[in-house]
């Protein structure tokens, strides 16, 4: 069974900065393209950020690039979200997500983690 668990979410003020961390277990790694998404109350999912097999190649939504790091380390089947400067608006449930590379939908998903940014 494929699993992806996240953490490092919590409570942070706005202008902070915290690292999120997703452990893959169940996969082949390396294999797959990886993905941060979150989910806001009142919002549908919208991707944050995506990061190629090899993590020579990395993708932000707008309302992050700049702020936002998403990076990978194979050899210990994580990946990682580094949020820095993080304002009011990124507070959402962040969820780590699998795309095996065929279709390029996501395939398997943690079950996320709550960021709360107070102001």
């Known amino acids: 069974q494929v699993q992806l668990v996240e953490s490092g979410g919590g409570l942070v003020q706005a202008g902070g900065s915290l690292r999120l961390s997703c452990a893959a277990s169940g996969l082949t790694f390396s294999s797959y393209r990886m993905g941060w998404f979150r989910q806001a109350p009142g919002k549908e999912r919208a991707l944050v950020a995506a990061?190629?097999?090899?993590?020579?190649?990395?993708g932000y939504a707008d309302s992050v690039k700049g702020r936002f790091t998403i990076s990978r380390d194979n050899a210990k089947n994580m990946v990682y979200l580094q949020m820095n400067n993080v304002k009011p608006e990124d507070t959402a449930v962040y969820y780590c997500?699998?795309?095996?590379?065929?279709?390029?939908?996501?395939?398997?998903w943690g079950q996320g983690t709550q960021v709360t940014v107070s102001s």
């Open positions: 997500a699998a795309d095996m590379g065929w279709d390029g939908e996501f395939d398997y």
């Open positions: 990061i190629s097999r090899s993590g020579g190649s990395t």
